[in-house]
């Protein structure tokens, strides 16, 4: 797979007769032809996101206040199980092979720009965060307890970096990428990178953090779209959570 912007260099092999690209399908009339997630999947995807996602809250407002390492880190890690939950809830519907959702190679060239646009998402929804922060006269830190979980010591370092920069990627990219765009891509790209990012941040929350998964969820999503691939967004996604994970902590541990 390869990010270039000339349909030329597409790869041929998810061709049909006329030269229409289809990512993450087979050839049209290949006996293993794979289609895209329906609307069965998507909406038992979103009901399984959203049952888990009312346990996790439950879970999470249980732990005393003075524990905010280990609710940081278990909120992340609760971000990757839900999506990893509620993609198997929606692969389980109809069974076919997981290409279907995404689960395709993609380059080394690609997933290195995706490490970089990973950076680049993190700059800026760092910009719009501040931006929608002085709009709405200095909302909290909410992911204070993240931030405050990568500071927590070695231990806790590697626990957030795995559940933050690892696990939740996994989740939420097979979720909202692997079958939320991948379905939706079948009303075009417009609908389907900007619906399914609409979604992704709003599964976020009304707060700063919004504006900067939108900017994920369309980044990810355009390369969803032009690789077939679920993996780029993995590492775009990656990137910007350990990002925002630790470039904060360090920046403050450097003033200080």
Not at 69 to 93: E, H, K
Not at 211 to 228: D, E, K, S, Y
Request: net charge neutral; hydrophobic share 55%; with cysteine.
């Amino acid at each position: 797979m390869n990010l270039s912007l000339n349909p030329m260099d597409k790869d041929t092999r998810n061709t049909d007769r006329s030269g229409k690209f289809h990512p993450a399908e087979a050839r049209p009339g290949n006996t293993s032809e794979l289609t895209r997630p329906g609307w069965p999947e998507m909406i038992v995807g979103l009901i399984a996101y959203i049952v888990v996602f009312g346990a996790a809250y439950f879970i999470v407002r249980a732990l005393p206040d003075d524990l905010a390492v280990i609710s940081g880190i278990a909120q992340l890690a609760l971000s990757g199980i839900m999506g990893l939950f509620a993609f198997s809830a929606a692969v389980l519907v109809r069974i076919r092979g997981l290409a279907a959702f995404g689960f395709v190679l993609a380059s080394k060239k690609t997933l290195l720009i995706a490490a970089l646009l990973g950076i680049g998402c993190w700059v800026l929804g760092t910009i719009v965060s501040l931006i929608s922060y002085l709009i709405n006269d200095g909302i909290g830190n909410i992911q204070g307890d993240y931030q405050a979980a990568a500071a927590g010591g070695f231990l806790a370092v590697i626990a957030t970096l795995f559940m933050g920069s690892v696990l939740t990627p996994l989740g939420e990219e097979f979720l909202f990428r692997g079958v939320l765009t991948a379905g939706l891509l079948r009303y075009g790209p417009w609908i389907g990178i900007i619906v399914s990012a609409a979604i992704f941040a709003l599964a976020h929350g009304i707060n700063p953090v919004l504006p900067v998964a939108f900017i994920v969820g369309i980044v990810t999503g355009l390369l969803f779209h032009r690789t077939g691939s679920v993996w780029p967004g993995v590492v775009v996604h990656a990137f910007n959570n350990a990002a925002g994970l630790f470039l904060p902590t360090l920046i403050w541990a450097l003033m200080g």
